[in-house]
């Protein structure tokens, strides 16, 4: 079975502070990718990363950086010092290789950053 | 900077009338598929396009629904006599290869469908 979990539904912090956002996959594929993408309030999606499930190195872009752990089957996202515009609904997903089409995504965490 | 382009953003329909959700992929991608949200979960695969073709339709409802990616032109998503558990987001995203895990698929903004 294909299966994406956000156990966090709402998340607020206060502007400034760093969060975290947990993803947990399911999959007996060996070979998968996952994603991040961010839906803004204006509500479309905005692809953050891709990783392939042979890389496990933690990869950090600005703010935003992304801890891959195939051990506890786990790809969560931290954003540092956050900001208001950092407010959305942001959703994990699995792309297992044999499905090559379509992603399974996780129900979402919504992230309010108080100013 | 033209993104994936979804058309109408918010639709209205009431039961027994017909949906028709239009989507234009990213210039120079040739892979669509479609994703439904209910409200409070995450989007589910609906269907996978190519040009022409319908390559993957497993998450479609077997009634009632349809798609197309013609030769010219938008891919289209059409719900024939709506009901009211019809009513969620439906979003687009494309990609410029397909059939394979590794492709990121861009999505657009999605179409909100309320049917009353």
């Known amino acids: 079975a294909q299966k994406v979990t956000q156990a966090q539904t709402e998340i607020s912090v206060v502007e400034k502070e760093d969060v975290t956002l947990d993803c947990v996959y399911e999959t007996r594929d060996t070979t998968y990718y996952l994603f991040w993408y961010k839906q803004p309030p204006s509500g479309e999606l905005v692809f953050l990363i891709r990783?392939?499930?042979?890389?496990?190195q933690n990869e950090i872009s600005g703010r935003y950086s992304w801890n891959f752990q195939k051990s506890t089957s786990s790809f969560n996202f931290t954003i540092t010092a956050s900001q208001v515009v950092d407010s959305a609904v942001y959703f994990c997903?699995?792309?297992?290789?044999?499905?090559?089409?379509?992603?399974?995504f996780g129900t979402g965490t919504s992230l309010t950053v108080i100013p | 900077n033209a993104g994936v382009m979804q058309n109408p953003r918010h639709l209205v329909r009431r039961r027994g009338q017909e949906a028709r959700l239009r989507c234009s992929p990213m210039k120079g991608h040739s892979h669509v598929y479609w994703y439904r949200q209910l409200p409070e979960e995450g989007l589910k695969f609906m269907v996978y396009l190519q040009k022409e073709n319908i390559i993957d339709e497993s998450g479609m409802p077997k009634e009632r629904f349809s798609a197309e990616f013609p030769k010219e032109g938008p891919s289209i998503l059409r719900i024939q006599q709506v009901v009211r558990g019809d009513s969620a987001a439906y979003f687009c995203?494309?990609?410029?290869?397909?059939?394979?895990?590794?492709?990121?698929?861009?999505f657009g903004p999605g179409t909100r469908l309320l049917v009353l």
């Open positions: 990783r392939n499930s042979f890389d496990e």
């Open positions: 995203a494309s990609s410029p290869r397909g059939g394979t895990a590794q492709e990121t698929q861009y």
């Open positions: 997903a699995l792309s297992p290789s044999n499905t090559g089409n379509q992603f399974y």
